[in-house]
């Protein structure tokens, strides 16, 4: 059983910058798979970024490759979303997800069995 809190969301104008932290209970964090996924109001619950157990693959959905970067911290059990160059239809919830050990990295939200309860982020024009 794995535990997410999200944290880091809120307000930033067009361009600007935000890190989002995952924060993880259990001792096997190291070993699940991460992801960040969004959600628009009205819209279905879109890939953003994923990255192996071990940090060493990571995955962007198009729209975000170049601004966005995924990295861990597996003694911190901890994994983070630098965000930069912001555009306001990214404004969603961002959650974060677990996919268990095995199932490796994914980027559809079926892989994961364990998720966040989201943060806002609001990027204002």
């Known amino acids: 059983q794995v535990q997410l809190v999200e944290s880091g969301g809120g307000l930033v104008q067009a361009g600007g910058s935000l890190k989002l932290s995952c924060a993880a209970s259990?001792?096997?964090?190291?070993?699940?798979?991460m992801g960040w996924f969004r959600q628009a109001p009205g819209k279905e619950r879109e890939f953003v970024a994923a990255?192996?157990?071990?940090?060493?693959?990571?995955y962007y959905a198009d729209s975000v490759k170049g601004r966005f970067t995924i990295s861990r911290d597996n003694a911190k059990n901890t994994v983070y979303l630098q965000m930069n160059s912001l555009k306001p239809e990214e404004t969603a919830v961002y959650y974060c997800?677990?996919?268990?050990?095995?199932?490796?990295?994914?980027?559809?939200?079926?892989?994961?069995?364990?998720w966040g309860q989201g943060t806002q982020v609001t990027v204002s024009s």
């Open positions: 990255i192996s157990w071990s940090g060493g693959s990571t």
């Open positions: 259990g001792r096997t964090f190291s070993s699940y798979a």
């Open positions: 997800a677990a996919a268990p050990p095995g199932r490796g990295v994914s980027t559809t939200t079926y892989e994961y069995d364990y």
